[in-house]
């Protein structure tokens, strides 16, 4: 499976835009990007996704990379309640298996 | 959104004894569902993949005949634990999906499992 590489830690304050790199110089070309989050002590929950074109949704905004080694996650105003573990996924081998990664901690000052 | 739910939320055992925990998709039917393991601060392991009806799937280095799997309807799996000793504790975590290919993976809340 393509590996992603994504930052240990991240800070940010309330209110403000996050954004949450991801490389994935390895993706192959039916590679989705998918991103969870990781409350403590709870599952994941599902993000949003993308293959090839930048996506939005109520939650947040994913920018992927023309060439599609990299993409940005972005919280466009971050809360307390986003204080979780971001984990960037390559996805889409046989019955949707996901790899999780170390993820990135994101830290929210009020 | 979908539901996925997970009895029980936390459980404590004495080494030797098996445990059973139930994944359950509350709204969907969930053709293919997965089991995670979770040390503290360390990311979700794969355990195994299981499509309903059919023998799961499991990944490298776990044991089957330790970690039974069995999803017998489209709206329940169930992980038996078997002989749990106290390295087997952890957070035991299942998603489940409603297609084959990618599709969203919904997560239930988890399980912290203690073996005494």
């Known amino acids: 499976d393509a590996k992603t590489t994504q930052p240990n830690s991240m800070e940010s304050n309330e209110e403000e835009p996050v954004h949450l790199p991801c490389n994935h110089s390895?993706?192959?070309?039916?590679?989705?990007i998918h991103w969870y989050r990781q409350l403590p002590s709870q599952g994941p929950e599902y993000v949003i996704h993308g293959l090839t074109s930048n996506v939005n949704n109520r939650m947040a905004s994913l920018a992927i990379a023309e060439d599609r080694k990299s993409s940005t996650l972005i919280l466009h105003r971050a809360t307390l309640r986003d204080a979780a573990v971001y984990y960037c996924?390559?996805?889409?081998?046989?019955?949707?298996?996901?790899?999780f990664g170390q993820g990135t901690i994101l830290t929210v000052h009020p | 959104g979908a539901v996925v739910s997970q009895h029980p939320s936390w459980v404590i055992c004495k080494s030797g004894t098996s445990v059973k925990i139930e994944c359950r998709s509350l709204?969907?039917?969930?053709?293919?569902m997965f089991w995670y393991r979770q040390f503290p601060k360390q990311s979700l392991m794969l355990m195994a993949t299981s499509n309903e009806g059919s023998k799961a799937t499991y990944e490298q280095g776990v044991e089957k005949d330790k970690f039974l799997i069995n999803h017998a309807s489209l709206t329940l799996s169930t992980l038996t634990v078997t002989s749990a000793h106290p390295e087997d504790s952890s957070f035991y975590i299942c998603?489940?999906?409603?297609?084959?290919?990618?599709?969203?993976?919904?997560f239930g809340p988890g399980t912290r499992l203690t073996v005494l």
């Open positions: 709204d969907f039917q969930a053709t293919t």
């Open positions: 390895t993706i192959s070309g039916t590679d989705y």
């Open positions: 996924i390559l996805g889409g081998t046989s019955y949707g298996k996901l790899t």
């Open positions: 998603s489940a999906s409603e297609g084959f290919s990618f599709n969203e993976q919904f």
